[in-house]
């Protein structure tokens, strides 16, 4: 039995994905603050839904989605009902596996999380790490959940919070670039539906021949880019507005923000 506390966006991505992959709706149990919004995952995905004291005596594995900021109460809700034979995994930014570890009060193991919300296409990437009791096992099981909905990498958990930064909170610069891409079209007099075919096959394709071709992505602008073309006027423009100095920033915000979160 899996339970899903905290049912939120990212929560029912994952319960979609868990669906899809075969899980029965009678094995996942899935807890959310609003009994409107309990009745709409009900009636969606045909899961039983607890409350969270409920669904930490029944699961096999706890799966925590919950906002980091909300993470210190459910687990102050949860700590009297999770022995040390539960998987816990904890799927919020910021949060350590020592954060969980010591409000549980027992030697439970964590195994920390973050993936992205392409899970909801199958598309995900999700980057785990293993807490001071968890082993071999715990991660294995954490990704045979995760592999049948994307990509799934193992990496030290002090790594995390810049994992968080770049592909947690990724897919949300792609759509900022392609809604710029589709201003410019528009500016440039194409339709907006024109602008957004093209702009997003190309992103989609240009993606695909960067995980296919295992060119190193230098290589791969630089086959589009020729001397005095137009690749390069771009790219000049793109250079002159500091446009990679300010990724370098941004992702670095959204670092410290991460754990200003889990702090807070």
């Avoid at 991505?13 to 919004?37: F, K, Y």
């Amino acid at each position: 039995m899996i339970a899903i506390l905290g049912t939120g966006k990212m929560g029912e991505a994952l319960l979609s994905g868990l669906l899809r992959a075969g899980l029965a709706p009678g094995d996942v149990l899935a807890t959310t603050r609003r009994p409107e919004r309990a009745q709409a995952l009900r009636e969606s995905y045909g899961v039983r839904t607890v409350t969270n004291a409920e669904a930490a005596k029944a699961a096999d594995t706890l799966i925590l989605a919950v906002k980091p900021q909300d993470m210190a109460t459910l687990l102050a809700e949860i700590a009297p009902y999770v022995p040390a034979d539960r998987l816990v995994i904890t799927a919020a930014a910021g949060i350590t596996t020592s954060f969980v570890e010591q409000r549980l009060g027992v030697e439970v193991p964590v195994v920390r999380v973050m993936s992205n919300t392409p899970i909801r296409f199958d598309e995900a990437m999700s980057v785990i790490s293993a807490g001071a009791h968890a082993d071999e096992e715990h991660l294995r099981h954490t990704e045979d959940l995760l592999k049948p909905v994307g990509k799934v990498l193992r990496i030290p958990e002090s790594q995390q919070d810049a994992a968080t930064a770049l592909s947690g909170s990724g897919p949300a610069y792609f759509f900022y670039l392609v809604e710029a891409m589709v201003d410019a079209g528009i500016l440039l007099g194409m339709p907006r539906a024109a602008a957004l075919d093209m702009v997003t096959q190309s992103i989609v394709g240009a993606a695909v021949m960067l995980r296919d071709s295992g060119e190193h992505p230098v290589i791969l602008r630089e086959a589009v880019t020729s001397p005095g073309g137009t690749t390069i006027a771009a790219i000049a423009e793109l250079e002159r507005h500091s446009v990679r100095a300010a990724f370098l920033a941004a992702i670095e915000a959204a670092r410290d923000r991460g754990r200003e979160l889990a702090s807070g």
